[in-house]
């Protein structure tokens, strides 16, 4: 199994601003994913991200809201921009494995005042 | 479209106890996966266990296994001698592979009583 980690762990951010969370992974890997998981829900996928291509996004989610990078194949951000409180949320990376399972992240709390 | 079901919010189990945890899916697909997940408080995912839709045996890993019933689409996950550690979240969570994606379901706060 990958061993993925995420920077910052959590962030306490004003209204209006932006955040970059970082994703590195101990290997090399395809593809990487991103999910948000708000308050006592579930994981919703944001995007897959691509080494050397652009990010696949989900339906309701946007790249001028959720810019991601995949700069190679250990290593991807995700910045949420112009942050309102509906963003607090846990934002988790994760990786896929040899039988398609996925491999987290520990996750980002964002909350945003 | 591919969905998961969990349909018990909360559950709750005695310590060294069994208790299992439904859940239902729907999909096209007919090579897809199938995994629990354990989200503790540490809200780190973590793997629990994972079943091949081809693969008629059920998964079993220590005291966690699986009764995958394909043609019900159903795929439960039974917990035996419970131990308060195993209080979590767990999630249901479907891979096809023409999706490319994993779907979760809404989740099981399992709660542990000493």
């Known amino acids: 199994s990958a061993v993925i980690s995420q920077k910052p762990s959590r962030d306490i951010c004003q209204r209006g601003t932006s955040l970059t969370i970082q994703c590195q992974v101990d290997s090399q890997v395809t593809m990487m994913f991103w999910y948000r998981q708000q308050p006592g829900q579930s994981l919703t996928l944001i995007a897959t991200?691509?080494?050397?291509?652009?990010?696949?996004?989900e339906s309701g989610f946007v790249i001028d809201k959720f810019p991601i990078s995949r700069p190679n194949l250990t290593f991807s951000t995700l910045t949420v921009s112009n942050m309102s409180p509906e963003d607090s949320s846990i934002y988790l990376c994760?990786?896929?494995?040899?039988?398609?399972?996925?491999?987290f992240g520990p996750g980002t709390r964002l909350t945003v005042t | 479209a591919q969905t998961v079901t969990q349909s018990q919010p909360e559950m709750s189990v005695q310590e060294a106890e069994t208790v299992t945890l439904s859940c239902t899916y729907d999909t096209s697909e007919s090579d897809y996966y199938l995994f629990w997940y354990k989200q503790p408080p540490s809200r780190q995912m973590i793997l629990v266990i994972r079943?091949?839709?081809?693969?008629?045996q059920n998964a079993t890993e220590n005291r966690f296994s699986v009764n995958f019933q394909k043609a019900a689409k159903s795929f439960s996950l039974k917990i035996s001698d419970s131990q308060l550690g195993d209080a979590a979240m767990y999630f249901c969570a479907l891979y096809g592979g023409a999706t490319n994606k994993l779907i979760f379901g809404t989740g099981t706060l399992l709660a542990v009583q000493p």
């Open positions: 991200a691509n080494q050397g291509s652009e990010a696949t996004y």
């Open positions: 994760s990786v896929t494995g040899t039988s398609y399972e996925q491999y």
């Open positions: 079943q091949e839709a081809y693969k008629q």
